[in-house]
């Protein structure tokens, strides 16, 4: 995508220093078919259902499948057994949980902790003041590796609000990582504030509208 090299340049980073993840919730199989023979092998899905049904059908495909929604336990077994990386990680029961699914034959599931930097209640994520426990929990367990942090910031056109969220997830991950704990991964910045993200060190974009057009609303599974 062009707005991503451009952002590197910017940024003075190599555009392999970010991927881009392709948004495809609410989207049919062929736009994802459509995206994949153009070059995208990295998709997200929010609904379990909707993307279980998608990637049992495009199982032919080489994609790597990143679950980016709010996770329940009781649908943990199969985000553990479809997809290589998950989002949304903000208590440990649910990673307990994915660790204890996900099947001794496939690599450990890549995931992410989310964290709510708005404080605003209804959203996901663990908070700020309770990452550090949770990132070393999940470390810890056997069949999963933690490689980050993810934040969806609240809705705002404030961009000096985004970039302060954005430089405050880094500076959280640092901190992690001065622990020890190697983290690789920074998922922040959406089709309206990429390259604000890139500049402040995201390595993966989590992209839906600006690749695939708008979501329809009246279909009941955006978000
Ligand atoms: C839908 C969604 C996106 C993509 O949003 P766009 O504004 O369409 O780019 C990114 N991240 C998450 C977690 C989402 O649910």
């Known amino acids: 995508m062009q707005r991503i090299d451009a952002a590197c340049r910017q940024a003075r980073r190599p555009p392999a220093?970010?991927?881009?993840?392709?948004?495809?919730?609410?989207?049919?199989?062929?736009?994802?078919?459509?995206?994949?023979?153009?070059?995208?092998?990295s998709f997200g899905e929010n609904y379990v259902q909707e993307a279980v049904e998608k990637i049992t059908e495009l199982a032919g495909l080489?994609?790597?499948w990143h679950f980016t929604g709010p996770l329940q336990s009781n649908k943990t077994r199969l985000v553990a057994s479809h997809f290589n990386w998950v989002h949304g990680i903000d208590r440990y029961k649910i990673a307990q949980r994915l660790s204890e699914a996900r099947d001794a034959h496939l690599?450990?599931?890549?995931?992410?902790?989310?964290?709510?930097?708005?404080?605003?209640?209804?959203?996901?994520?663990?908070?700020?003041?309770?990452?550090?426990?949770?990132?070393?929990?999940?470390?810890?367990l056997p069949r999963l590796r933690l490689r980050g942090l993810m934040t969806i910031p609240e809705p705002t056109p404030d961009a000096a609000l985004l970039r302060r969220r954005y430089a405050e997830l880094r500076s959280l991950r640092d901190a992690l990582n001065t622990d020890g704990l190697g983290l690789d991964t920074l998922s922040m910045g959406m089709s309206s504030d990429l390259e604000l993200a890139i500049e402040e060190g995201a390595t993966i974009v989590r992209v839906g509208s600006a690749i695939f057009g708008a979501r329809n609303p009246a279909n009941g599974t955006t978000g």
């Open 62 to 64: 080489d994609i790597d």
């Open 107 to 140: 690599p450990p599931l890549n995931v992410c902790i989310q964290v709510n930097l708005s404080g605003e209640a209804t959203k996901g994520g663990a908070d700020r003041n309770s990452v550090s426990d949770l990132a070393h929990a999940v470390a810890m």
């Open 17 to 41: 220093s970010v991927l881009l993840l392709a948004i495809s919730k609410t989207f049919p199989t062929p736009s994802i078919q459509e995206a994949y023979f153009a070059g995208q092998r």
